[in-house]
């Protein structure tokens, strides 16, 4: 069916209002729940800008649950990705013990083929199933930006689970990201790139009190420094746009020997996914979306359209804790109202006097915006993100030092100096999201006016988390290399064959009238598949259904029934909802290779 059962449909609107040994500090009593919240709409600084970058989209997969998932960015350290020699034809050379590694030459700039050249960085999971194989699914996780080698330490196998035997999957780090070089790095070193982080604004902004004209004047200088590093006639900041990396595709499937495209694109992915479809429509074989961002909105650099369903995974979360009961949820009351107050009493409560916790290592003072960066955060897989915020709730509203004083590293990430160490240059972090978040749009200077209106349009759709999203507008005002190649041609088209377009009922960032905008407009050449679930992407929560519906359209090239809407397994603190008994052995292995993948879910924007 279309809609939650009512027992299971949490409200839709934002009202503005383990161990047991504590340390409790003596000169902050705890929070008392129930004490009426005072609901100010803040301008919150997003979180260090390096939250876009892979090491930290690493930290969060893995702090969401715990997860004993392979790092991304630390997993298989050892092998040299510079000591595969670049070819202009794809030359597989072993690595990670049984997959396939090559770096293959690319013209920089398609209108001068015999210029200067960049090393697409690839990475193959062959098919098990050799006998009936059906090609190479390339894979992007999103970002702009994201590591599509590293992703396959975390999800290739699960994502092999889901497509079956006769599929390889095929991860790559699109231009100036990882292993492809050259690198899109406007700063010398790892431990450079931290320090500047660190003096990120730690305080709660608003329009007022001068936090937006810091905000701009750290983007202006970020802007300028990459313009020297990574910008010039022949800098690579001037060739990382998505059409760009839409072409090296179609490159490196024609010389995979496949005519047309396999491609499974999440998060940004669905931006490049369209860019692709739209320029090459004959070259289309199977393109799954998932988690999809109208490339219409971004192109436009507008990022309005975002925060629509926000408002209502929070509310998710008060209503599946109070289905759940004490024994699954830790900060459960008599009402998912009652759990609401006390979330917003718990935010009130740190906006007006920050919780320190001293022996943590290091050392941190909890502030509201990390609580509102937490919560957002959650939203991209509440079945595992949401646990770490009602622990985080709890020993707040407890002031149990211990409890916070283990939850430390999972709500901010550590910072590591090794300012002497030798550094792996694919493991470092990049400005590659800004470079094509905001190379790939219209060119925008910063208007106060403009900016201030911005705001307020997104503060009506999300009072609480507009300020996560509001950061794009200033760090794209200040940005300053301007790619070659822009498209602005038609982001729609007849195709050789439809696109699955893919979104969960409510998206953090990807609303549902995302994905309905990009289906209306590619009409008959895509199907709709909606999953009736909170998160980002179908991997933020189970669904067999959604799984079996996207093996055959990658098997046969079947859609789903027009109206298709897939329920899923389990849900946030409730835990499973269908018998597993009943469920045969292909079933049983489907459903722990989508439950891995919960834990990996991408993330798009400033997070």
Not at 27 to 53: D, Y
Not at 170 to 191: H, I, Q
Not at 537 to 544: A, R, T
Request: aromatic letters at 10%; hydrophobic letters at 40%; charged letters at 20%.
């Amino acid at each position: 069916m279309d809609d939650f059962t009512s027992a299971r449909e949490p409200p839709k609107t934002l009202h503005s209002e383990g161990r047991e040994t504590w340390l409790a500090l003596p000169t902050r009593p705890p929070i008392v729940p129930g004490r009426k919240a005072k609901f100010f709409v803040l301008v919150v600084s997003v979180l260090t800008t390096a939250a876009l970058h892979l090491k930290v989209l690493s930290w969060w997969s893995r702090t969401l649950g715990n997860s004993t998932l392979p790092a991304i960015l630390v997993a298989n350290p050892e092998f040299d990705w510079y000591a595969l020699e670049p070819s202009k034809d794809i030359q597989w050379a072993p690595c990670y013990s049984d997959q396939k590694c090559a770096r293959l030459l690319l013209p920089l700039d398609y209108d001068t083929p015999d210029g200067p050249t960049t090393a697409i960085a690839l990475r193959l999971i062959p098919a098990a199933n050799r006998q009936k194989h059906k090609g190479a699914i390339l894979v992007n996780p999103g970002g702009p930006g994201g590591s599509g080698t590293s992703f396959l330490d975390r999800a290739g196998q699960l994502i092999l689970d889901v497509v079956g035997d006769s599929f390889d999957i095929l991860g790559f780090d699109p231009r100036g990201v990882g292993a492809s070089t050259p690198l899109a790095s406007c700063f010398e070193t790892g431990s450079q790139r931290a320090l500047w982080y660190l003096q990120d604004n730690h305080r709660l902004l608003n329009l007022t009190n001068g936090g937006v004209q810091l905000e701009r004047a750290r983007n202006v200088l970020l802007g300028t420094r990459c313009e020297e590093r990574i910008g010039g006639e022949w800098g690579i900041g001037r060739f990382m746009s998505t059409p760009n990396v839409a072409r090296d595709m179609l490159e490196i499937s024609q010389k995979l020997g496949q005519e047309k495209l396999l491609y499974w694109g999440l998060s940004y992915g669905t931006v490049l996914g369209q860019y692709f479809s739209a320029m090459y429509p004959d070259k289309v074989g199977r393109i799954i979306i998932d988690g999809v961002f109208d490339a219409l909105n971004y192109r436009d650099s507008l990022w309005t359209n975002n925060l629509v369903d926000t408002d209502a995974i929070m509310d998710s979360f008060f209503h599946f804790c109070h289905e759940a009961g004490p024994e699954r949820c830790g900060v459960y009351d008599s009402a998912p109202s009652k759990i609401r107050e006390r979330y917003m009493d718990v935010l009130h409560g740190v906006e007006q006097e920050p919780l320190p916790v001293p022996l943590a290592e290091p050392p941190l003072v909890l502030t509201h915006k990390m609580l509102v960066a937490q919560m957002f955060r959650a939203g991209y897989s509440p079945l595992v993100g949401f646990r770490l915020v009602a622990d985080t709730m709890r020993a707040i509203e407890t002031n149990n030092q211990t409890a916070l004083v283990a939850l430390a590293p999972r709500i901010v990430p550590p910072t590591e100096c090794k300012c002497t160490d030798a550094q792996t240059p694919w493991l470092m972090d990049a400005e590659a999201y800004i470079a094509v978040a905001c190379g790939d749009g219209n060119e925008h200077p910063y208007d106060p006016d403009a900016y201030a209106k911005y705001f307020e349009g997104l503060s009506r759709m999300s009072p609480l988390f507009a300020p996560m999203w509001a950061v794009h507008y200033l760090r794209c005002a200040g940005w300053k290399v301007r790619p070659k190649w822009r498209w602005t041609g038609p982001v729609a088209a007849n195709t050789s064959h439809p696109l699955l377009i893919v979104s969960t009922k409510y998206d953090p960032v990807g609303p549902l009238a995302d994905a309905k905008a990009v289906h209306e407009r590619f009409g008959g050449s895509s199907g709709l598949l909606v999953q009736n679930s909170y998160g980002h992407c179908s991997f933020s929560g189970p669904s067999l259904c959604t799984a079996k519906h996207i093996r055959a359209y990658l098997e046969s090239g079947t859609l789903p029934d027009p109206g298709t809407v897939c329920e899923v397994e389990e849900l946030p603190f409730i835990g499973r909802v269908n018998d597993a008994t009943a469920m045969s052995a292909g079933d049983v292995r489907l459903l722990k290779a989508l439950q891995g993948l919960a834990e990996v879910v991408p993330m798009f924007g400033p997070v």
